[in-house]
């Protein structure tokens, strides 16, 4: 279910939940993109991952020295717009207690120590997703954006393009049609 804030004069926190695109960003990077919200300052800014846009490619593709080698299959993923020509490593998984966690643009040895840890999921990212302070919530009150608690199932989806339909389902009814309405309508 969507988290939308109650008072307009509260600062909105969202840190921890996910962004699930509006259909409306269908241009550029953000087209049903879900974004892990790992910072939110209102006063500061926010900083994120796009879980959902595989690449194609490995790591291994982009690092051949001998000590990125336990790393060369992992996937790699877009995370946003800003620092595209940045490599970075990030581990998730939940927590009983707290939810879903994270430990973000960790070195490749705390990679791979990650990636050896039940429940774990570790992920190389290309680029991350950023907002100066207000911009993320200019874009809230402009319906841009879907804010979403992480589900205990979260982590056991895929993360592709598909992740985006699959959490929108899940929201309302309205959002169920959103996410089965064709990419151009005319073609149905």
Known sequence: MADA???????????????????????????R????????????GAYGLILNHPTG???GDFLHDEAFAALRQLPVHQGGPVSQDQLTFSSFWWSPKQGLKWAIRISADEAVAHSHRPGRIVRAFVGYSGWTAGQLENELRRNAWVAARPQKDFLGQEHDMGLWVGLMRHLSPFHRILAEAPDDPSLN
């Open 5 to 31: 804030p109650t008072n307009s004069d509260s600062p909105i926190q969202l840190q921890g939940q996910l962004l699930l695109a509006d259909p409306s960003l269908k241009d550029g990077i953000f087209n």
């Open 33 to 44: 993109s879900v974004i892990l919200l790992a910072e939110h300052k209102p006063d500061e």
């Open 57 to 59: 490619k490995t790591v």
